[in-house]
């Protein structure tokens, strides 16, 4: 597994080559064929590559992924929706997206394809491009429900870590409290 130092990761967010996953969204960058997008999370001195990404599959956020498990398991049906060959839609203007992408010019000088994924040590699923291109509208409304219902913490004041702890306690609760009617 590649793994990064902290002063590395450190270079790359200062030249904007790194894509916080947090807040969920459509992710734009290479398919798995292209080299696809390099996921990594944090260790103890520095970041580990993870996992592997592709542009047009959508990652839900923390409290999604938590929220509507079986939702996600009746969406991400590979075998089911990649029927047909993918191909390349207009992307609705409300929805989150995760450009990955680099443009041209650092592609030519640096090598670089593509900017790296940061997932901070929270649990988000993600949904295979087939899937998403047919439930775009549907992953949309589910990260967007879930971030509303953090309406009690003040986003002025917050990080984004503050307001997915709050986030995964309140959905925590609500599940416990529904498993238990």
């Not at 959508?58 to 409290?63: A, E, T, V």
């Not at 398991?73 to 590979?78: D, F, K, L, P, Q």
């Not at 917050?158 to 009617?181: H, R």
Request: aromatic share 10%; proline share 4%.
């Amino acid at each position: 597994m590649t793994t990064f130092t902290n002063d590395t990761m450190q270079n790359f967010a200062l030249n904007n080559l790194i894509v916080e996953s947090i807040e969920g969204g459509l992710l734009l960058g290479p398919s798995h064929d292209e080299g696809g997008i390099k996921v990594f999370a944090p260790i103890i001195g520095g970041y580990q590559h993870i996992a592997e990404f592709e542009g047009w599959e959508f990652l839900l956020n923390p409290g999604a992924s938590i929220y509507y498990p079986k939702t996600f398991h009746e969406i991400n049906n590979y075998e089911r929706d990649k029927a047909n060959p993918f191909e390349f839609y207009d992307i609705p203007s409300n929805v989150k997206i995760l450009d990955c992408r680099v443009n041209p010019t650092i592609k030519a000088t640096t090598g670089i394809t593509c900017k790296l994924l940061l997932m901070r040590g929270t649990s988000q699923k993600i949904i295979n491009k087939y899937s998403t291109k047919f439930y775009l509208g549907k992953l949309n409304d589910m990260n967007r429900g879930i971030i509303g219902v953090y309406n009690h913490v003040n986003p002025s004041q917050a990080t984004k870590i503050d307001i997915v702890n709050a986030l995964t306690t309140q959905i925590l609760e609500t599940y416990n409290t529904i498993k238990n009617i």
